[in-house]
């Protein structure tokens, strides 16, 4: 221990210094390109015009947020995208903590079955025409409840979570049980407040998921009003000009002010951004201690 | 005498299940969950020994038996984008399976807590931003006028475009890729290393064990299990999420299908753009689905042989 302590005070040796450089990089070429979309959705047209290189805030406008957030679309597909991350998050979590509880019970007969039928999904699957086609029949295709019900469970997460309540002294149940309480009043009253935190962390990680839902829009929702905030952002960002020159065109006729049009699809990922850089603090503070308890195997 | 036994067991087992009623019944959503959406497909895959046609549908298209697999062997478009389904994977297990191994080690090198925090924080934070939106920057960074560009121009160099050039754009897939996961990936070796006993460390440097002294003997036995397990969940999910639908598709364009088509985006295009028959597509998938199911197998084999503990 003193030796450490000793060594801490000695300071930075050459290999601590290229390490730190090494990170450094690394860090800067991770976080640059974040950085550069901020200081573009914030230019000014007739400033960023003149240089050959922007890489400084050197103008401050807003024109490109006021032209996303007046946009009708953008609206409709951000509250798609917030009842799927709302009523999402609600939809996994009650089925993810219920079944990784019961999942976790080492007695119960048939959960070694169970378990082995859950994980073999992990590696083998029926592929996307027949996906679809269950889908179809389920009468799920352009319907919200696409994005919310079959999107709904990962089983990375269950297992993760079963590991961790399979981690809890049965202690804690026992007295309960004394008293007469069955399993889901235990579940419910006992375990869920002690492991809130835990659960709160997966909670963040469905929302983020479920924000961030793409693949089954493009796959099954081809209804315009159904589409979610992803899908508005893919036409923004890289298949539709269509889209950002009427964009530019309405803010030109409305300010006679000219848009940079790379600054409009900055500010529509900025905005979009803006819930998962809120709950970012909370994710990064819960996740190593969240996958160190429940390591893969369990 | 044996029958006796039988019927006592039998008993138990009712008695143990009856106490269990609750939890069958929180289990109950997740079982009908993974019978809808995991194996209502894969009782689908009989699609591809079917032809498809819509009024019957799953089960009651008719049998053809192999006949579409003898078409895939005549298929260019499926021999390309099963190539590249295989490169892109295994250059992506190669080069970004032991990255986040090597970026768990430096960043535990450090024994101040604040720049081990500070690196964690900025190398995890793409993996929570859709491929949607880093499709989008890298687009836009990468275009004509993006600043990458713009420093090549100045510096006197001429500007560039991997995403339209063949040379290298799985190059941009391996690099965009490490760039979102890296930390993330990062962060299980992490706690493979936090869990290692400090007094390990400190025991060895008063025996003089230098730096890669200590990684060989402590560091690295320490997290090597969590890497044996790891690398077979890798090789298992690589031709899904190696070459990443989702990664691909946003970043592709018709310039680069050549190098870039893969199994995954080629089904979605040949069966909801161009409109290709079901069934076929459906054999297409199955082979993807049973060699991922093989290399998984291999992999748990293999990490077995070596003396550690597998999948199963």
Known sequence: MKLTEAKKKKGLSPFDIAVYIVLGLLSLITFFPFYNVLIISIAKFEVISQHNLYLLPLSFDLTAYKVILSDGKFWSSAINTVIVTVAGVLFSMAISVTGAYALSKKGMPGRNGMLTLILFTMFFNGGLIPFYLIIKDLGLVNNILVMIIPAGLNTFYLIIMKNYFGTLPESLEESAKLDGANDLYILFKIILPISAPFIATFGLFYAVERWNEWWYALIFISDSAKTPLQIYLRETLITSNQLLNTLAQQAADSDSSKVYTPALQMATIVISSVPILMVYPFLQKHFAKGILVGSIKG | ?312
């Not at chain 2, 038996?65 to 260019?76: I, N, R, T, V």
């Not at chain 2, 490169?87 to 399976?97: A, D, E, Q, V």
């Not at chain 2, 499709?135 to 339209?164: E, H, K, Y």
Request: charged share 15%.
């Open chain 2, 1 to 312: 005498m044996q029958s006796g036994e039988k019927v006592r067991t039998s008993r138990n087992l009712w008695k143990t299940m009856l106490q269990h009623k609750y939890f069958y019944l929180m289990v109950l959503p997740v079982l009908i969950w993974y019978a809808l959406f995991a194996y209502g497909p894969m009782y689908g895959v009989t699609l591809a020994f079917k032809t498809f046609d819509y009024s019957g549908g799953i089960w009651g298209s008719p049998w053809i038996g192999f006949e579409h697999f003898q078409k895939l062997w005549s298929d260019a478009d499926f021999h390309t984008a099963f190539k590249n389904t295989i490169i892109i994977s295994l250059m992506k297990l190669l080069i970004n399976f032991p990255m986040p191994i090597i970026l768990a080690i430096l960043i535990n090198e450090f024994s101040r807590k604040t720049a081990k925090r500070f690196f964690q924080t900025v190398l995890t934070f793409p993996h929570f931003i859709s491929w949607v939106v880093l499709a989008g920057i890298i687009t836009i960074i990468l275009s004509r006028d993006g600043v990458v560009n713009q420093v090549l121009m100045v510096f006197g160099f001429d500007p560039i475009s991997p995403l339209t050039d063949s040379d290298s754009f799985r190059p941009l897939l391996y690099f965009t890729h490490m760039w979102r996961e890296v930390g993330w990936d990062s962060i299980i070796y992490l706690a493979a290393l936090a869990g290692i006993n400090p007094e390990l460390y400190e025991a060895a440097e008063m025996d003089g064990a230098n730096r890669f002294k200590r990684l060989l003997h402590i560091a690295w036995p320490g997290m090597k299990s969590t890497v044996a397990i790891l690398l077979i969940l890798h090789v298992g999910q690589m031709l899904t999420q190696g070459a990443s639908f989702v990664q691909i598709f946003n970043l592709y364009s018709s310039p680069v299908y050549g190098v870039a088509d893969v199994v995954d985006t080629y089904i979605y295009r040949t069966s909801f753009q161009v409109g290709g028959d079901f069934g076929y597509m459906t054999a297409v998938g199955l082979i993807k689905s049973v060699i991922s199911l093989v290399l998984l197998v291999v992999a748990n084999t293999i990490v077995k042989r070596m003396g550690e503990e597998g999948l199963y």
